[in-house]
């Protein structure tokens, strides 16, 4: 009876250990089908248009009578973007993930880790169109512009977007220092604060890059609620100008593109696709030496 029911365990941790190697050469699978049909798909146009003029001709008019491709306005304003919301959404994430992690009451903490859980649950075309109620006239009146739809507004919107991602994986790495790192701290005569910010945060500081890794993903690759509030034209990237970043620029055009345009849109999704491996490698490798 033993050996039968010791079989059957084998049996099903076998079963079990081929489904989860099964998932796990999928991810792997659905990753390597999308690069391979991104770069197929992309670089025909490249190579029609030329790289250096793809990459940093200023201008983008693909239905003009002559037509020019030119993808720097979307690089630069995509790099702005994400830049300027890492700048303003992780300090603010942190703070928050410090305040719910050891300063806040047991009560409010399970209430603003529901408000977290929340905030990342909203479609962006809610965001998008909260921009474009609050934060575009909000702008508009404050800096006194004749249109709030600009780089800016993006900015604000995609701060707030990343705060989920950036609160809740650093309030993990948080938690996840051993008490008795605080214990001897506090024991040599540190206050809490001093504590928490000068050896909880450091000794968090692998998971605390990690969020930022997440929240540079959801940043750059955000579309529907740029595209709502960016003004979502070619310009040459302003502060306070409309601009267009990668993701709305084939999120806006690809509906009715043909031709050589559409292939250039496929082009774009490369260049973004390639973008976004270069960032999360640079900081992977930058965490695994902080872990080191």
């Known amino acids: 009876m033993k050996n039968g029911l010791k079989l059957g365990a084998k049996l099903v941790e076998r079963i079990m250990g081929g489904i989860f190697t099964l998932c796990g050469f999928a991810a792997v699978l659905f990753v390597a089908v999308i690069t391979v049909f991104l770069f197929v798909s992309g670089i025909p146009a490249i190579g029609e248009i030329g790289l250096g003029d793809f990459l940093l001709c200023t201008v983008w008019s693909p239905t003009s009578a002559n037509p020019q491709y030119g993808i720097l306005p979307f690089i630069t304003a995509s790099v702005m973007g994400t830049a300027g919301a890492i700048i303003i ?95 001897g701290s506090l024991a040599l005569g540190a206050t809490k604060t001093e504590t928490v910010f000068k050896i909880s945060v450091p000794a968090a500081k692998s998971g605390i890059l990690a969020s930022v890794v997440l929240g540079i993903g959801r940043a750059i690759g955000e579309a529907m609620a740029v595209m709502m509030v960016s003004g979502n034209v070619a310009n040459m990237p302003k502060l306070f100008g409309s601009v267009r970043f990668l993701t709305t620029a084939v999120a806006s055009e690809m509906s009715y593109s043909s031709g050589l345009q559409r292939k250039a849109l496929f082009s774009i999704a490369l260049v973004l696709f390639i973008f976004i491996l270069i960032i999360n490698f640079v900081l992977n490798f930058v965490i695994k030496r902080k872990k080191d």
């Open 89 to 183: 959404g992780v300090p603010i994430g942190l703070m928050c993930a410090v305040y719910i992690s050891k300063f806040a009451p047991k009560k409010l903490r399970g209430v603003l880790r529901e408000a977290v859980s929340l905030l990342s649950g909203i479609p962006s075309v809610v965001y998008g169109l909260v921009g474009m109620i609050i934060i575009v006239p909000a702008v508009r009146t404050v800096f006194g512009l004749p249109d709030g739809a600009n780089l800016f507004s993006a900015i604000i919107v995609l701060s707030i977007m990343i705060l989920p991602s950036v609160i809740s994986v650093s309030e993990t790495a948080i938690n996840a220092v051993p008490h008795e790192f605080e214990e």
